[in-house]
């Protein structure tokens, strides 16, 4: 999807504040960090690498979305790392987690399943029309 050698973004393009609190669906391109509050699903645009980082005290209920993901905050709903997952210290999270190479500290917390996918099983399955 984005190539075999898609690397994490070097730099933050967008900020969402430890005092800003997000209720809806949320799309980003490039590097998002999240200090905040999001009740919905993050994603990252389609076809485009992104990379999310979560700091010790942000939280996302919702699915969260994108090549490269770093959660050191709470997580409330499934993960889809379609590239790197890095679970830190001070990480909670509710919910599977899908990766394709993962790190995980001391101290990280996973209440769900961790599942390994190669590349084309990161793909959203299409839906199936009943005959």
């Given at each position: 999807?984005?190539?075999?050698?898609?690397?994490?973004?070097?730099?933050?393009?967008?900020?969402?504040?430890?005092?800003?609190?997000?209720?809806?669906?949320?799309?980003?391109?490039?590097?998002?960090?999240?200090?905040?509050?999001v009740r919905g699903n993050?994603?990252?645009?389609?076809?485009?690498?992104?990379?999310?980082?979560?700091?010790?005290?942000?939280?996302?209920?919702?699915?969260?979305?994108?090549?490269?993901?770093?959660?050191?905050?709470?997580?409330?709903?499934?993960?889809?790392?379609?590239?790197?997952?890095?679970?830190?210290?001070?990480?909670?999270?509710?919910?599977?987690?899908?990766?394709?190479?993962?790190?995980?500290?001391?101290?990280?917390?996973?209440?769900?399943?961790?599942?390994?996918?190669?590349?084309?099983?990161?793909?959203?399955?299409?839906?199936?029309?009943?005959?």
């Amino acid at each position: 999807m984005f190539g075999r050698d898609s690397k994490p973004q070097n730099r933050i393009d967008s900020l969402i504040g430890a005092t800003t609190r997000i209720e809806g669906n949320l799309f980003f391109s490039g590097g998002l960090r999240i200090d905040g509050t999001v009740r919905g699903n993050v994603s990252a645009l389609p076809d485009q690498p992104g990379t999310l980082v979560l700091s010790e005290h942000a939280r996302i209920e919702g699915e969260v979305r994108a090549a490269h993901v770093v959660v050191n905050g709470t997580v409330i709903g499934p993960v889809f790392a379609l590239e790197t997952l890095e679970l830190q210290a001070g990480c909670r999270v509710k919910g599977d987690m899908h990766y394709k190479s993962i790190e995980v500290v001391r101290g990280a917390v996973v209440d769900g399943r961790l599942i390994h996918h190669e590349e084309a099983e990161a793909k959203p399955a299409g839906l199936k029309l009943a005959s």
